[in-house]
């Protein structure tokens, strides 16, 4: 069975077809095949962030925030989990697999405390004027993070 991307909130397969395995660098076995992603799957990716986008951007601060504490829950309550595949996909110790996931769980819990803390300034400018600047969503990035571990 192929692992496919999620895209728009669904399993799909790559545009191309094209998959890689994944070998368990422990055992030299394969761990899984993957579908192999490519510019149109990231375009396909992009337009679902933007469509999804038109609602995250009108939600509160504080609506963010739940989003962001419930998505911190959800990797602590599955860290074992989360740092056996990592473990079984990259060869990354068990102990350093679990701290990677607990790290990401905070990253996300800072944001979320900090959502609604962030905010504009007031700026006086020439001639009895105000300048008001507002700190909100403003679009959708694509980005490609090296994973290069070990």
């Given at each position: 069975?192929?692992?496919?991307?999620?895209?728009?909130?669904?399993?799909?397969?790559?545009?191309?077809?094209?998959?890689?395995?994944?070998?368990?660098?422990?055992?030299?076995?394969?761990?899984?095949?993957?579908a192999?992603?490519?510019?149109?799957?990231v375009?396909?990716?992009?337009?679902?962030?933007?469509?999804?986008?038109?609602?995250?951007?009108?939600?509160?601060?504080?609506?963010?925030?739940?989003?962001?504490?419930?998505?911190?829950?959800?990797?602590?309550?599955?860290?074992?989990?989360?740092?056996?595949?990592?473990?079984?996909?990259?060869?990354?110790?068990?102990?350093?697999?679990?701290?990677?996931?607990?790290?990401?769980?905070?990253v996300?819990?800072?944001?979320a405390?900090?959502?609604?803390?962030?905010?504009g300034n007031?700026?006086?400018?020439?001639?009895?004027?105000?300048l008001l600047?507002?700190?909100?969503?403003?679009?959708?990035?694509?980005?490609?993070?090296p994973?290069?571990?070990?």
């Amino acid at each position: 069975m192929t692992e496919e991307l999620v895209i728009d909130g669904a399993r799909v397969a790559s545009a191309s077809g094209r998959t890689f395995d994944s070998i368990n660098p422990a055992t030299g076995a394969l761990f899984r095949t993957v579908a192999e992603a490519g510019a149109e799957d990231v375009d396909r990716a992009v337009r679902a962030a933007a469509r999804a986008f038109e609602d995250w951007g009108q939600r509160s601060p504080i609506q963010r925030a739940k989003v962001l504490f419930r998505w911190a829950d959800l990797l602590e309550s599955h860290v074992d989990e989360l740092g056996l595949l990592e473990t079984r996909d990259m060869g990354m110790a068990i102990g350093d697999a679990r701290w990677c996931v607990g790290n990401a769980a905070a990253v996300m819990r800072y944001y979320a405390g900090a959502v609604d803390k962030f905010f504009g300034n007031t700026i006086p400018v020439d001639r009895d004027g105000v300048l008001l600047t507002f700190r909100e969503p403003i679009g959708v990035a694509a980005l490609i993070t090296p994973w290069n571990f070990p």
